[in-house]
């Protein structure tokens, strides 16, 4: 089976832009997570979606936000790009996001902000 | 809230020296534990993961985790590490509210040749 995809892998942005990341999930897998990961605050939560319904937010502001299309693809959004914003960005899927469910990772997507 | 802590954010160890990091975690309910492991250059991957049953679990690469309720803790432990566990290891406390995931701060270990 094919691991968890992300694109781009890598992108440069100026502040106020905005910018969509893509996720392909394992195929059968109907959960898909997103965290951005940075040195000072480690992997945060960013939001969880499940059959294209959005079933947990993390403490982001509402620039960031995300959808889940049929075929379990995900995108996630940023709006209005702020420096701050520079970080790895990590999806992950799993089959159906239970306690018990083990969270296969991309490879992430590096997103730089200047 | 829910909250975990990881207690050591940098290790270094010789090749052959054991290894002991701390994972303590908030939560009274249901526990289902994980350790995941970030490789250099590679993906975040499972380590191993505790539901129930022998409080001692067993993972990949000779790595185990001891679950200690009392204690509130699932510590990481290898009796002999190699310069290949140098890498970045997360721990996951239970899952909460609808799904949220919590990872530790993470530690970054470095083992010397």
């Known amino acids: 089976k094919a691991g968890v995809t992300q694109t781009p892998r890598y992108l440069i942005k100026t502040r106020g832009q905005q910018v969509t990341l893509s996720c392909s999930p394992i195929s059968g897998h109907r959960s898909v997570s997103w965290y951005q990961q940075t040195p000072g605050q480690g992997l945060q939560f960013l939001f969880e979606y499940f059959s294209e319904t959005q079933r947990n937010k993390g403490n982001f502001p509402g620039r960031f936000s995300g959808r889940q299309f049929s075929n379990s693809r995900s995108e996630m959004n940023v709006s209005t790009l702020e420096l701050g914003d520079s970080a790895l960005y990590l999806c992950?899927?799993?089959?159906?996001?239970?306690?018990?469910?083990?969270?296969?990772f991309g490879p992430g997507t590096r997103l730089t902000v200047l | 809230a829910q909250s975990v802590s990881q207690h050591n954010h940098h290790v270094i160890l010789s090749e052959a020296a054991s290894l002991e990091l701390g994972c303590n975690y908030s939560y009274g309910g249901t526990v289902n534990l994980f350790w995941y492991v970030q490789y250099p250059g590679q993906h975040l991957q499972l380590l191993l993961k505790?539901?129930?049953?022998?409080?001692l679990v067993k993972g990949i690469k000779g790595f185990e985790a001891e679950f200690i309720k009392s204690k509130f803790s699932f510590n990481l432990r290898k009796p002999s590490v190699q310069w290949s566990d140098t890498a970045e290891y997360f721990c996951a406390p239970p899952q909460t509210g609808g799904f949220k995931t919590i990872f530790g701060a993470g530690t970054r270990l470095f083992v010397k040749a």
């Open positions: 505790y539901f129930s049953g022998d409080p």
């Open positions: 992950a899927s799993s089959q159906d996001r239970g306690s018990t469910d083990t969270q296969y």
